[in-house]
Each structure stands twice: as C-alpha cells, then as structure tokens.
C-alpha cells in the first residue's frame, strides 16, 4: 500500500522549513501555509526528513488504498 503525504493546514505555521526540504514536494500558498502540491515529488526518505523537520509536526502520511 503506498503513502501519500499531506499537511495538516490548521497547525502550519509557515516556516517553510518543509519547502527548503523538499521544494518538488511542498510549497507555500498565498495564505502562507504549506501544501504538499506534488506528492510524489521525493523519496520517501526525503520526505521523511521534511516531515522530521517541521516544527509543528503537522506533515503527516495517509495511505492511499
Ligand atoms: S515545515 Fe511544517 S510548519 Fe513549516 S511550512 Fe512546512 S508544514 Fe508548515
């Protein structure tokens, strides 16, 4: 079963420290809260570390079906 990754916008703050992670994968909307605009954009493992970096915790994996 493959994961797909998301951001949980009610806890972004902003920071764009996911982006600077992975900038294929996360970007900032006009509202400054970060979206996972492709989520196949990185590995797994480089996903990961953003995920690990975020402040807030709020980058998180839903497995598809
Ligand atoms: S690292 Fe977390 S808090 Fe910072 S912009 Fe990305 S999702 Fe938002």
Known sequence: MAR???VDQEECIGCGAC?????D????????VAEAYN???AS???????IDSCPTECIHWEDEE
């Open 39 to 41: 989520p196949e954009g």
């Open 19 to 23: 982006v600077d992670s992975c900038p």
């Open 25 to 32: 994968v996360f970007r900032l909307t006009e509202d400054n």
């Open 44 to 50: 797994e493992e480089e996903i990961q570390e953003a």
């Open 4 to 6: 797909k990754v998301y």
